[in-house]
């Protein structure tokens, strides 16, 4: 995901994969993931994990989440067939953000759009 | 953003532009802000804005943030002189993460990563 121009530097000795242990969680033990269409690169969602949902995440090769309103793992798609099948895991240079490259069966929102960030707060007329 | 094959529904009568009053922040006064290039829809950091960051961001057409570390505005660019000017804000359904698509100048990451995201959790091989 970096820029190829760029020279090699220190950065890169980072390059090597991160594990679940790694990984820095908040006070209540989660981890924001933004998962992001592996084709469009559109951001469909946000949502929280924990280390439990992480796990089976990479158990099941699906997106499982941690539901902060319900307090319980929550396995995306089992009520509304959306179902997320995940082709990269990747992880910020904190090591406390998650970004997600998915496959989306039908939409992501709760409202039926296919991505949960359809509405603009401003734009740019430039 | 949405799925342009969906039928119009219910959903599409919240496709009105949203005011930094109808955002929810959390129990700190603070809101996600996913950054994405806008040219290439890579996600290139996540950070967090309190609503004096937002203002300042909608008057000052670049991103400005709050550091959760220093306490303190932050003004993306000052320091390292990489500054992002965003094309466009979008809010999500519970109107509680928001998503810059930007122009990046130089590195987004404080490694000097384009992107904070250079780190692989885990890859399909499907």
């Not at 099941?60 to 309103?69: A, D, G, K, P, T």
């Amino acid at each position: 995901m970096s820029d190829p121009a760029r020279p090699t530097g220190p950065a890169d000795l980072d390059r090597s994969s991160v594990d679940l242990d790694s990984l820095r969680y908040d006070e209540r033990g989660l981890i924001p993931v933004i998962t992001q269409d592996a084709d469009t690169g559109e951001v469909l969602m946000m949502a929280w994990a924990n280390r439990e949902a992480l796990e089976r995440t990479l158990a099941e090769r699906r997106m499982v989440y941690w539901s902060r309103s319900r307090q319980e793992l929550w396995r995306k798609g089992d009520t509304s067939g959306h179902v997320q099948h995940w082709q990269e895991l990747r992880v910020d240079c904190d090591a406390d953000v998650i970004v997600a490259r998915i496959h989306q069966e039908g939409a992501a929102c709760h409202t039926g759009e296919r991505s949960c960030f359809f509405r603009s707060l401003a734009a740019s007329e430039g």
